[in-house]
């Protein structure tokens, strides 16, 4: 299992810097686009798009006014943004030399929704983006 998206596995994480295209504009990170994708203002995506940390992409999402379909688009949008990311061929060969290993955003802030967290010796929660990446993974090894 990984468990943690850092060091060696650094470029499985959302705030990984490696430029992807949402709608045709180009941000550093999923996490910026994921964050400004959250919202229809396009000054909003465009001052999103302009922060110089996917930390600060992540806060500013935190504050924008959410599109109303958002709840029931937000997983197409992440493993269409993880799909981008890994037509990159450098990361592409990287996520498939993760070979079948579990794939699970270990995380100590609490997100249990895109990650899981251990307690008590065990690991829960959703970790969607654990099993976006697996997805894509089998995707481009097929």
Same mark, same amino acid.
């Given at each position: ?50 922060? &110089? ?34 037509? &990159? ?54």
């Amino acid at each position: 299992m990984i468990n943690r998206f850092d060091e060696d596995y650094r470029f499985l994480s959302n705030f990984c810097l490696t430029p992807v295209i949402f709608e045709g504009d180009t941000y550093p990170s999923i996490e910026h686009a994921f964050q400004a994708a959250k919202t229809t203002d396009k000054g909003a995506r465009m001052a999103i798009r302009g922060l &110089n940390s996917p930390g600060k992409a992540k806060r500013a999402g935190r504050k924008v006014a959410l599109r109303p379909e958002w709840e029931i688009i937000k997983n197409d949008i992440m493993l269409n943004l993880i799909r981008e990311k890994f037509k &990159n061929p450098e990361l592409k060969q990287k996520l498939i030399d993760t070979k079948d290993e579990e794939l699970v955003e270990g995380n100590t802030w609490g997100d249990m929704e895109w990650g899981k967290v251990e307690k008590d010796g065990q690991w829960v929660g959703e970790n969607k983006l654990g099993k976006m990446l697996m997805q894509v993974r089998k995707e481009i090894t097929i």
